[in-house]
């Protein structure tokens, strides 16, 4: 099967939360959201989970950056929770689609459908995400897709094997509970999660923030 490739970008506080117990996630100085519109602007697709966009109501666009043109934005949302009020509903400068599953209420589908948005019933529970990466790459000509989080949607994805790349900036704040960077229901050892080689660490222009890219070497066995 061929599949784009996945980056995962996100900021994570020291002691590995992208947000806190009460959902606060702003971690990014600015120079650090700028490099991740940069990776925006260069990426085919983003997507995110359903509980990113309630909690932080992201319009997943290309900003502060010269955009040849806006990603299609994805939002794996399973019981099609996502508001209808959602900037990836309202906002039109970029394609979005929801996957969702049979679980998903059929006139929520119709209300977002005429909305403008692309809605695919994948699953019959749970979306298969490899699936999606495959539909995207064939039909849509996907190439590169950048993965906002969160937690449980980058668990999913690691645990699938369908993990290229993560670039984490640690930011220097403790946040002491919260969701974690990668957020399920883990591995027992290190022997059973991916391998990753570090391909650079760089400090932020800030001075504050360590940005930490990996390649995913490979990947996890099925747990
Ligand atoms: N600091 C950062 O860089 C950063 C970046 C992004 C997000 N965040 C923060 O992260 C928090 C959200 O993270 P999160 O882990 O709670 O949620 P999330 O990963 O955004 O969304 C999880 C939800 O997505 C749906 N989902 C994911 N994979 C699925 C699958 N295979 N099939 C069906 N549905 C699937 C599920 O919805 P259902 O349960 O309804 O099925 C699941 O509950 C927010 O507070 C946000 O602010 C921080």
Known sequence: ??????????????????????????????????????????VDAIMVGANTV??????????????VRNPIRVVIDGKMRTPLTAKVVTNKEAPTIIVTTEQADRSKITQLVNMGVEVWVMGKERVNLKDVLEKLFTERGVRRVLVEGGGHLNWELIKEGLVDEIRLTISPYVFGAGTSFIEGEGYPTTMEG???????????????EVIINYIVERCCSSI
Not at 14 to 22: F, L
Not at 54 to 67: E, G, H, M, Q, S
Not at 194 to 208: A, K
């Open 194 to 208: 991916p391998r990753l080689r570090l391909r650079s660490v760089n400090i932020c222009e800030c001075g504050q």
């Open 54 to 67: 309630i909690n932080d109501d992201p319009t997943l666009t290309p900003r502060y950056v010269k955009a």
């Open 1 to 42: 099967m061929q599949r784009p490739y996945v980056i995962i970008v996100s900021a994570a506080s020291v002691d590995g939360r992208i947000a806190s117990k009460t959902g606060y996630s702003r971690l990014s100085c600015p120079f650090d959201l700028k490099r991740l519109h940069e990776v925006r602007a260069s």
